[in-house]
């Protein structure tokens, strides 16, 4: 299970702003390790190998990370909607 806390953007106009997302940082809470993935790395840990991903917003609410594919078969990850607004992606600071 890891934490994203922070993304990397490229810099481009996509037809979806979280393909635009080039990276994510994160860190494991059960032992402090951190470490960066590419939106590629992050969706195939999430979809083919079952990883658990998240994003916590100040609250300590937590929305799950899922993998997804836009029209144009790029692959990314995004929050599962839940009740919270404040859990969004894309609101995370930049790595």
Same mark, same amino acid.
């Given at each position: ?5 922070? #993304?990397? *953007?490229?810099?481009? /106009?996509?037809? /979806?702003?979280?393909?635009? #997302?080039? !990276? &994510? $940082? ?5 032992? =402090?390790?951190? $470490?960066? !993935? %590419? ?9 083919? *190998? /079952? =990883? ?7 609250? =300590?609410?937590?929305?799950?990370? #899922? =993998?997804?594919? !836009?029209?144009? $078969?790029?692959?990314?990850? *995004? %929050? ?9 992606? &894309?609101? &995370?600071?930049?790595?």
């Amino acid at each position: 299970m890891v934490q994203v806390t922070c #993304i990397k *953007k490229d810099h481009g /106009n996509h037809e /979806n702003p979280y393909v635009a #997302i080039e !990276s &994510l $940082g994160w860190v494991d809470p059960a032992d =402090g390790r951190r $470490g960066q !993935s %590419t939106r590629e790395e992050m969706y195939d840990w999430v979809v083919n *190998k /079952n =990883g658990f991903a998240y994003v916590q917003d100040i609250f =300590g609410n937590r929305a799950k990370l #899922i =993998g997804a594919t !836009s029209p144009r $078969g790029n692959h990314y990850v *995004k %929050t599962v909607a839940d009740e919270t607004k404040t859990d969004n992606l &894309l609101k &995370l600071n930049e790595c």
